[in-house]
């Protein structure tokens, strides 16, 4: 009898009383709602683009571009169909946004770390760094960078000139080997008032890198702090007991413990980094925003250069997330 | 069920012929645009506003130029006053954006007719009369020592992305085989600042542009135009394609700025102009030009006074020339090709009739 009373109660509760019914029923209704949602955007879309005589349409990717790009990994001229400046611009955001990611990793650990330095000077240099960068917009200092300081360098025969190393307002230009089997030195040398050399950083590159660098590193150096800030002094007591140098305890016990804080803070950083690549048309570089904006003026297809950048950046940074959700996973601890 | 197959035909009929009654009974055309424009009492005009000569802003905050005059002679046309006019600013790549999205309601910012521009497959754009002839320039300082575009090979250039001159560019030096290397701006103001750095050679855009540019320069005299014109360039005020009564008003308020200065009709004689039409019965070309009689105003949605509103605020074609980019400004361009038909240039308005 005892085992028939639940029994006959749950028989006779009514469905909307239902404790494992409601849910689904919720969550079904919710999801309706959404997808009736998004059916009724899209088709307005279509409706509204038809009537504009614009609907979706990708042919025209395969049309000749007919605009040069100034730096390209990629061999491109303006005879090129309009997907393949694409692709030189997704490239060159890409070459961008690795040297960058590295680049910021590098300093804003630097920085991160000399806030717990013991000399006074550094850590207070360090303080000032991140609180000046970090409270000026990025594109104000794209501008600096590139403007103020980058272009303010000497051209032409009064540049920068050093042993296989130019710097001029043009860009960095270094020497290499011109033929490496035979060890042929060519270093970087000038043709009436322009330089040329086997390897060359342009000029625009350089301030969107330094720019990037240097403002997401001021970020990237708070996480850090934060990270090593998390590990209890007794840490540090302990291994300074056991006769651990300073940096011994800083790579052997400190940033193992750290890194756990770290990595996830250090990937909205990441992503925010390729993010604020598209900020590049400031300072002349030719990224994938830079084409895609050309291509969208010449072409006027706005829906559809839009969506290929959308899903450009969506896709770049879902692979930085994907990447540093993997490394978390390594340094998480296992627990036995 | 025969009586409703037939109700069913001829209700739209009924419907369509009361509809045209009501159009010609003085409805006029119905433009969305222009009732919009009328009831929010301004007109929302889309410029470069840092370009002298043709939209540049004053110390004192207000708005010149000859692209800022069509604003106004648009307002005047169809609000009555040439003040009421709402500037935006927007650069060469947001421009087409600004107009599809009804963020302006007329773009005057020295931009190119081109076939793709004008399709409604391409940008979709309803094009007014060309109000600037001009043709595509480079500019190079005058110590780089370069006089032809073939010296520019291998060397970087300087220009605004997003314009018809980024296309050109590339297709003369494709055609004289001259490499170079493309710097690209958002803005002119970044263009002009990397050219004055010496980031490049040379500087490319529409030749009264440059000259424009360069009377804002710390050393004008410093800089030189190379002899070669790359291209046509027809800058021409511009709407969107979905409403044609809009785009007649603006392009009837154009003709009728180059029509004014054909009949020798200035922003100083207009009221005496329109004393004699008033008084004169047997001018008829010009009553009917000022409004006085017939019902051109009306056939465009317009006021039938739209013509003396707007060259009464603007002046003439050629009044609107000379002070902006003419001989009396610091400009000082020849009116060349921008010369009345009448005295071997383009300028034609087709007749008001």
């Known amino acids: ?336 | 069920m025969a009586w409703l197959r037939k109700l069913a035909t001829t209700l739209p009929l009924a419907a369509s012929l009361l509809l045209v009654a009501c159009a010609g009974d003085g409805g006029g055309i119905q433009s969305q645009k222009l009732a919009g424009i009328k009831s929010r009492g301004t007109l929302l005009c889309g410029v470069d506003g840092k370009l002298p000569g043709f939209s540049f802003v004053n110390p004192d905050g207000t708005y010149s130029g000859l692209d800022v005059d069509i604003c106004k002679a648009v307002a005047a046309a169809t609000l009555g006053d040439g003040s009421k006019v709402d500037f935006r600013d927007v650069n060469s790549s947001e421009r087409f954006a600004a107009l599809a999205s009804g963020e302006i309601d007329l773009l005057s910012r020295n931009t190119t007719l081109t076939l793709s521009r004008d399709a409604s497959g391409g940008n979709g754009l309803s094009f007014a009369p060309t109000v600037f002839y001009d043709g595509q320039g480079v500019m190079v300082p005058k110590a780089s020592g370069v006089t032809s575009l073939k010296q520019l090979a291998g060397k970087p250039i300087c220009v605004e992305s997003g314009t018809t001159t980024e296309l050109n560019l590339a297709d003369r030096m494709r055609e004289i085989n001259a490499p170079y290397t493309p710097l690209k701006f958002q803005t002119g103001d970044q263009t002009y600042a990397a050219y004055l750095q010496g980031r490049c050679v040379a500087v490319t855009s529409d030749r009264s542009q440059l000259a424009a540019k360069r009377t804002s320069f710390p050393d004008p005299a410093a800089h030189t135009l190379l002899p070669e014109v790359l291209s046509k360039e027809p800058l021409t005020p511009a709407t969107v394609n979905g409403d044609p009564g809009w785009a007649d008003a603006v392009r009837w308020t154009v003709y009728a700025l180059m029509q004014a200065e054909e009949l020798g009709i200035t922003q100083a004689n207009i009221d005496a102009k329109l004393a004699e039409a008033k008084a004169k019965p047997n001018l008829a070309d010009l009553r009917r030009f000022l409004g006085v009689e017939g019902d051109f105003g009306r056939l465009l949605g317009l006021p039938a006074d739209f013509v003396v509103k707007a060259v009464k605020s603007v002046g003439n074609y050629g009044e609107i020339f000379e002070r902006n980019v003419g001989m009396a400004s610091k400009l000082k361009l020849e009116r060349g090709l921008n010369r009345q038909w009448t005295q071997g240039g383009l300028i034609y308005s087709p007749p008001f009739r």
């Open chain 1, 1 to 336: 009898m005892a085992a028939a009373g639940p029994a006959l109660t749950s028989a006779v509760t009514p469905w909307w009383r239902n404790r494992r019914l409601i849910p689904w029923l919720v969550q079904a209704a919710f999801g309706l709602a959404l997808l009736v949602l998004v059916a009724f955007l899209v088709s307005n879309l279509v409706r509204n683009l038809t009537n504009a005589g614009l609907l979706l349409s990708w042919r025209w990717l395969g049309n000749p571009a007919g605009f040069d790009i100034s730096e390209t990994l990629l061999p491109f001229d303006a005879g090129l169909p309009y997907w393949r400046a694409l692709l030189a611009g997704l490239v060159n955001t890409l070459r961008v946004v690795l040297a960058g990611l590295v680049g910021a990793t590098l300093l804003g650990t630097f920085v991160g770390v000399a806030a717990f330095s013991s000399n006074g000077l550094l850590r207070r240099l360090a303080r000032v760094y991140v609180e000046l960068i970090r409270n000026i917009p990025l594109l104000l200092q794209l501008v600096f960078w590139y403007f103020v300081v980058f272009l303010a360098l000497p051209g032409g025969r009064d540049a920068l000139q050093l042993p296989g190393l130019v710097l001029a307002k043009s860009g960095l230009y270094l020497g290499w080997f011109s033929d490496p089997l035979h060890l042929v030195w060519m270093g970087p040398h000038l043709e009436g008032t322009v330089w040329h050399a086997p390897l060359r950083i342009t000029v625009e590159f350089g301030a969107l890198l330094t720019g990037l660098v240097v403002y997401t590193a001021a970020f990237i150096a708070e996480v850090v702090r934060g990270g090593v800030a998390s590990v209890s002094n007794g840490q540090w007591e302990a291994a300074r007991s056991l006769g651990f140098t300073p940096l011994q305890t800083l790579r052997r016990i400190v940033l193992p413990q750290a890194l756990r804080v770290i990595i996830p803070g250090l990937n909205s950083q990441y992503i925010s980094l390729a993010k604020n690549s598209s900020l590049a048309v400031a300072c002349g570089y030719t990224d994938l925003y830079s084409v895609a904006e050309t291509t969208l003026n010449q072409t006027g297809r706005a829906v559809e250069v839009v969506l290929l950048l959308l899903g450009s950046y969506l896709v770049i940074d879902l692979l930085i997330s994907a990447l540093m959700n993997g490394v978390n996973r390594l340094v998480q601890i296992r627990e036995r």
